[in-house]
């Protein structure tokens, strides 16, 4: 069982950035692979970025690369989203995800567990 809660969220104006973190609670943390998803209110979950259970592996949806980066940090079991030239078309809900290690997914039905997620807003 993991727990997950994220952080970071909030109001920014376009063009700026937010750092989202997730933080899990668990001791095998680095036998998860970990991904951020994103839901506006009456639409489907967008997958965003995933990475490998050791950090050498990560993939992105096409709507965000070049924008937005996954890292992780195994010592601390936190996994992030930085995020940069914001529009606000990225105004949603953010969640992070964890499934345990094997191929990295886009499909949230590969992830078991989820955190309750962070809003953020794009707004002048």
């Known amino acids: 069982q993991v727990q997950l809660v994220e952080s970071g969220g909030g109001l920014v104006q376009p063009g700026g950035s937010l750092r989202l973190t997730c933080a899990a609670s668990?001791?095998?943390?680095?036998?998860?692979?970990m991904g951020w998803f994103r839901r506006v209110p009456g639409m489907e979950r967008e997958f965003l970025a995933a990475?490998?259970?050791?950090?050498?592996?990560?993939g992105y949806a096409h709507s965000v690369k070049n924008r937005f980066i996954i890292s992780r940090d195994n010592t601390e079991n936190t996994v992030s989203l930085q995020m940069n030239n914001l529009t606000p078309e990225d105004t949603a809900i953010y969640y992070c995800?964890?499934?345990?290690?094997?191929?990295?997914?886009?499909?949230?039905?590969?992830?078991?567990?989820w955190g309750q997620g962070t809003q953020v807003t794009v707004s002048s």
């Open positions: 990475i490998s259970w050791s950090g050498g592996s990560t």
């Open positions: 668990t001791r095998t943390f680095d036998t998860y692979n």
């Open positions: 995800a964890a499934a345990l290690k094997g191929f990295l997914t886009e499909n949230a039905k590969d992830y078991p567990y």
